[in-house]
């Protein structure tokens, strides 16, 4: 009986570790490039639209909080139509949440 409550413990102790290590991985940036809060070059980020263009397509989100990823947001931006992720007009899109 002693044996089965410590192995019940160990094995809450290890649920609740996984799930703050799960919560932790989940909540870090994808990209190194966003986790240093730089932006992608001109040149980055044309390769990005011929390379990108594959991986992203048009599919009616328009929002921020719709996009995954500070490139997903720049593809969208600049080949969809209707887009609401450029408040500022300055070209870069969802700068509070992808691309700071």
Same mark, same amino acid.
């Given at each position: 009986?002693?044996?089965?409550?410590?192995?019940?413990?160990?094995?809450?102790? =290890?649920?609740?570790?996984?799930?703050?290590?799960?919560?932790?991985?989940?909540? @870090?940036?994808?990209?190194? +490039? %966003? /986790?240093?809060?730089?932006?992608?070059?001109?040149?980055?980020?044309?390769?990005?639209?011929?390379? =990108?263009?594959?991986?992203?397509?048009?599919?009616?989100?328009?929002?921020?909080? @719709?996009?995954?990823?500070? +490139? %997903? /947001?720049?593809?969208?931006?600049?080949?969809?139509?209707?887009?609401?992720?450029?408040?500022?007009?300055?070209?870069?899109?969802?700068?509070?949440?992808?691309?700071?």
């Amino acid at each position: 009986m002693k044996r089965l409550i410590i192995l019940l413990i160990i094995a809450a102790v =290890g649920w609740y570790g996984y799930g703050k290590y799960h919560d932790r991985l989940a909540a @870090q940036p994808i990209g190194k +490039a %966003e /986790a240093q809060g730089t932006r992608v070059p001109a040149q980055a980020s044309a390769n990005l639209e011929s390379t =990108g263009a594959a991986a992203f397509k048009c599919d009616g989100r328009t929002h921020c909080s @719709q996009m995954t990823s500070c +490139a %997903e /947001a720049t593809y969208f931006l600049k080949n969809c139509p209707g887009t609401k992720m450029d408040g500022n007009n300055d070209g870069i899109p969802c700068e509070r949440q992808w691309c700071k």
